[in-house]
T-cell receptor, first 114, second 111 residues
Framework: KAGVTQTPRYLIKTRGQQVTLSCSPI?????VSWYQQTPGQGLQFLFE???????NKGNFPGRFSGRQFSNSRSEMNVSTLELGDSALYLC?????????????FGDGTRLSIL | DQQVKQNSPSLSVQEGRISILNCDYT??????FLWYKKYPAEGPTFLIS???IKDKNEDGRFTVFLNKSAKHLSLHIVPSQPGDSAVYFC??????????WGAGTKLIIKP
């Protein structure tokens, strides 16, 4: 069974640009969550999608948005990029909504802002 | 304010000995806890979990202990092996069913 696939693996952008990251969950998984990981901060929850609807949202500004398609694939968009957005962005999928079950993570997209 | 805290950024343990990773939480309503392991350039992988109705859960070399009165949990790895060198994250579920993560502890197993 293929795992969670995130593309691209690495990305370099400049301040003010926007970026779209993609996540393909494990087949059959309907919940997709996005996280930001920065050194010393652990994993910060961005949002969770289930059945094409955003179910939960973390404390990030409106520049961070996402969506989920009918095949459960998800995209995350960050507009007006700032230097502080440099991080590893992780996507995780699970069978059902909510965190009360193990999530399967992709290897992440490393975003660097110059 | 971090609700899940891993106060040790790193831990070094001799191969074959016991590794003990600690995690504290502030919200007494948290009732489910998970440990994840992360290698560089890879996503975290689920390791073991524990519900608040238990105080111990064991899976092979990995045991998680929960002390609800102290709002503390720990992950024991015994015996420690070189492949255990990784960053370990503690996480809990909040009332919105979101995972709240600690900052991680880097475990280094010395040969």
């Amino acid at each position: 069974k293929a795992g969670v696939t995130q593309t691209p693996r690495y990305l370099i952008k400049t301040r003010g640009q926007q970026v779209t990251l993609s996540c393909s969950p494990i087949s059959g998984h309907r919940s997709v969550s996005w996280y930001q990981q920065t050194p010393g901060q652990g994993l910060q929850f961005l949002f969770e999608y289930f059945s094409e609807t955003q179910r939960n949202k973390g404390n990030f500004p409106g520049r961070f948005s996402g969506r989920q398609f009918s095949n459960s694939r998800s995209e995350m968009n960050v507009s007006t990029l700032e230097l502080g957005d440099s991080a590893l962005y992780l996507c995780a999928s699970s069978l059902a909504q909510g965190g009360n079950q193990p999530q399967h993570f992709g290897d992440g997209t490393r975003l660097s802002i110059l | 304010d971090q609700q899940v805290k891993q106060n040790s950024p790193s831990l070094s343990v001799q191969e074959g000995r016991i590794s003990i990773l600690n995690c504290d939480y502030t919200n007494s309503m948290f009732d489910y806890f998970l440990w994840y392991k992360k290698y560089p350039a890879e996503g975290p992988t689920f390791l073991i979990s524990i519900s608040s109705i238990k105080d111990k859960n064991e899976d092979g070399r990995f045991t998680v202990f929960l002390n609800k009165s102290a709002k503390h949990l720990s992950l024991h790895i015994v015996p420690s092996q070189p492949g255990d060198s990784a960053v370990y994250f503690c996480a809990s579920i909040d009332s919105n069913y979101q995972l709240i993560w600690g900052a991680g502890t880097k475990l280094i197993i010395k040969p």
